[in-house]
Structures are given as C-alpha cells and as structure tokens.
C-alpha cells in the first residue's frame, strides 16, 4: 500500500472514533439537562439531516478540491459543532452540524480511494476502511461511555485553563471538549493527505443540474430488478443500524437499568456481532448468491423484538453478538450486488452517493418514527416493540418483491444474474 494510504487511514480512525463518543456524551447531555427521551432518539435522524439534504451535492464538492482538503473542511465543521453544543446551542441543532461534516467527509474518503490505488487494491482497500469503521464504532461508543462516566470525568473537569473561565462543569461537557482534541488530531493528519495527480471535475453549471443528474441516478439504480432489491436491503439494513445504537441505550437503561456508561458498552458488542458476520459472509456467499440471504432480514426485526424479554447481562450479551452477525452477515454480499449494479449503471462514484442518501433517508425515518413514538408516551419496551415488527415487516415485503420480480420478468433477471456470476469470477 502507498504511503499517503496509512495517512487517509489514520484520519478516517480518529473522526470516526470521536463521532461514535460524541453520540454518547450527546445522549449523556441530553439525559442530564433533563430533556425528554424523544430528544435523545432524535439525535439519531438529525446527524442524518444534512446526508440526505445535501445528496445531490457532496459527491460533486468532493471532487471540485483536493480530497484531503475537503476532509479536513469537514473535520472543521465538526469541531464547530462541538463548540456550538459546548456554548448553548441546542445539543438536537449542534450535532446535526456535526452530521453536515460527515455528510461532506464520506465521499471524500471513498473518492480519494481510487485515486490512489490501482485497481487491484480497492477490495483490499475498503476491507481495511469498513474494519476500521467498525473498530471505532466500537472503540468509539467505549470511549464516549467512559468519557461520561465516573472514573475519567473527574479528570477531566479537574483540568483548567489559567485565567480563563471555560464553564465546562458537567461530565459530559467534559467529554465532548475531549473529543474536539480527537478532530483536531483527524484534521492535522488531513493536511499531509497527498494530492493525488486526478485532474479536478468544476462543479456542473446550476445547482438544478446537479439534482436532475442525481435524480436521473437514483432512478435509474430503483428501476434495475437487482439493483433495486439490493438498494431496498441495503437501505433497511443501515436504517435499522443506525437506529439501534440509541436503542440498545434505551433498552439498557430500561431492561438492566444501567447508566449510559454500562449501556455504551453493550452498543459496542452489537458492532462486534457486525464484524464477525460480515466476516464469514465475505467469505461463504457469491456474489450471484446475494439476495438468498434475505430472510435474515426479517430475522433481524423479530430478534429486536426479543430483547424485550431479556433482562440478564450473560444472555443480553451472546443476544446482541447475533444480532449485530445476522445484520453483517446480511450487509455485505447485498452491499456487493448494489456495488456491481451501480457501477455497470452509472459509476462508482454517482453509486455511492445515491446508496448515502436512501441509506440516511431511512435512518431519518425510522428514528423519527421511533422518537414519535416515545413523545407520544409509549415506553422503551413498546417502541421496540412496534420498530421490530415494522422492520421485519418491510423486509418480509421486499422478499415478495424479489420473488415476483423472479416470476414476472423472469428473462431479466436471469441476464443479471449471469453477470453477476461472470463478473464474479
């Protein structure tokens, strides 16, 4: 691997690490001043906010400067978040700005990928980005929990600036002035980012250009019979995935009665299961295999009915593996077909973004739908409840989907599939 590879590598770790904390220590803010537990499901759709309004527009931005500097643009837009969230703002407004950074972040990060890097080395390359987005998911949501906690928030609040009144007095507001250190250090590593030898792309004449081109995309990846299929799983997937990070705490709190500090632990273990799933699915299914995997999708929503039931740390742990395995042993082989469907559509790069924005897209309106259904007074158990069976639901009807997809335009899909299965090999 090229040298400035590590360099991309070291600053995706670090930002990515301080985005899963500040989740925790936003939760810990909101629960210590008293908000209501709408708010702090809410956070989740929010940091979605600006992916799916910005969509048509980060992919172009990315590729009109050097990607390092528009890593290191959103890396700065992130601290500004933080400080906003230091200084008064509302906790839900401040970490939407932080979500606009990683909006901006995400295309930059895979862009500047396959400028790089030969051909040769992108499955390599991105195996390395996905393990290291989930060691700091996990090592992120640790970090938040102990942050906040009661061991290290001493610490932190013990440590002042001379002459300077920095009125950071509670543990969260410790945490999170922790993790603006945690960007600056994302930042710095941004700046010796090589600038690849890729010419860069002006942005398109009118803004109104650039949507009906990302429109044209997304419908285009909607009307395949494979691509959609995928796209609708995908979609679901990390819909359900972002979500369950604030579920996870919630049902914690509820079910075991633990603080966020124990609570963030468990999240952690979710990811785990994630990674050992992904793992032996990238592994044992083709990629023409793809869509029989489907059914552990409606597996998914049943199980996160079943924490319900669960009120006992040994079983809630081995629980939570499986979900996360189930989840990434979906993820990966029905990511891989959006993938090659994508690119023999419309190239990677227009691909990714339309994935970003039904992704986030779904993450905004499951959350909502969840933290509705807490402002309406329903408790953690009941909202889990009704958000297991809507997920299992709508995965159930994406099977039928595919299945009458199969029958009705049978000569179809089978042409897709043999392309699948010949590119594959």
């Known amino acids: ?16 690490l301080a985005d899963n904390a500040l989740f925790v220590a936003a939760v810990e803010l909101l629960r210590t001043s008293g908000a209501g537990e709408w708010q702090r499901a809410a956070l989740v759709p929010m940091f979605a906010l600006f992916y799916v309004v910005l969509a048509p527009f980060v992919g172009a931005f990315a590729d009109c400067i050097p990607k390092g500097k528009v890593m290191f643009i959103s890396n700065t837009i992130k601290v500004g978040g933080c400080l906003m969230m230091l200084f008064g703002t509302h906790p839900l407004m401040s970490y939407a700005i932080v979500g606009l950074g990683a909006a901006a972040y995400s295309p930059a990060k895979y862009g500047i990928l396959t400028e790089l890097l030969p051909p040769s080395q992108l499955v390599k390359a991105n195996g390395w980005i996905e393990g290291l987005t989930i060691a700091s998911i996990i090592l992120g949501v640790l970090l938040g929990g102990q942050l906040v906690g009661p061991v290290i928030s001493p610490h932190l609040l013990s440590l002042d600036v001379p002459g300077f009144e920095t009125g950071i007095n509670t543990a969260s507001e410790g945490a999170i002035a922790a993790l603006i250190v945690l960007y600056v250090v994302a930042a710095l590593f941004n700046l010796y980012i090589p600038r690849t030898e890729a010419p860069l792309q002006p942005l398109p004449g009118t803004l109104i250009e650039l949507v009906r081109d990302f429109r044209t995309c997304n419908r285009r990846l909607w009307r395949d019979k494979l691509g959609q299929i995928s796209l609708a799983t995908t979609t679901l997937f990390w819909g359900v995935s972002g979500n369950l990070r604030y579920i996870v705490l919630a049902w914690a709190a509820a079910a075991l009665g633990y603080g966020t500090t124990s609570a963030s632990a468990l999240v952690g273990v979710v990811a785990v299961g994630t990674a050992v799933g992904a793992v032996v699915a990238s592994m044992q299914v083709r990629l023409h295999m793809a869509t029989r995997v489907m059914p552990l999708g409606i597996a998914m929503g049943v199980l996160v009915i079943a924490m319900n039931f669960i009120h006992n740390v040994w079983v809630a742990a081995p629980f939570l593996i499986l979900l996360g395995a189930l989840g990434g042993y979906l993820v990966v082989p029905m990511n891989a077909l959006l993938q090659h469907r994508g690119h023999n559509l419309m190239g990677a790069g227009r691909s990714i973004a339309v994935q970003n924005f039904n992704e986030q897209a779904c993450i905004l309106g499951l959350g909502a739908f969840y933290s509705g259904m807490t402002k309406l007074g329903l ?31 049978a000569e179809e899909v089978e042409q897709l599939m043999t392309l699948a299965r010949t590119d594959h090999h």
């Open 1 to 16: 691997m090229k040298k400035g590879f590590y360099t991309i590598m070291s600053a995706q770790f670090f930002s990515s």
């Open 379 to 409: 408790s953690a158990f009941g909202a889990i409840t009704l958000f297991g069976l809507v997920v299992a639901g709508i995965m159930w009807l994406i099977k039928r989907w595919h299945e009458h997809n199969v029958v009705q335009h």
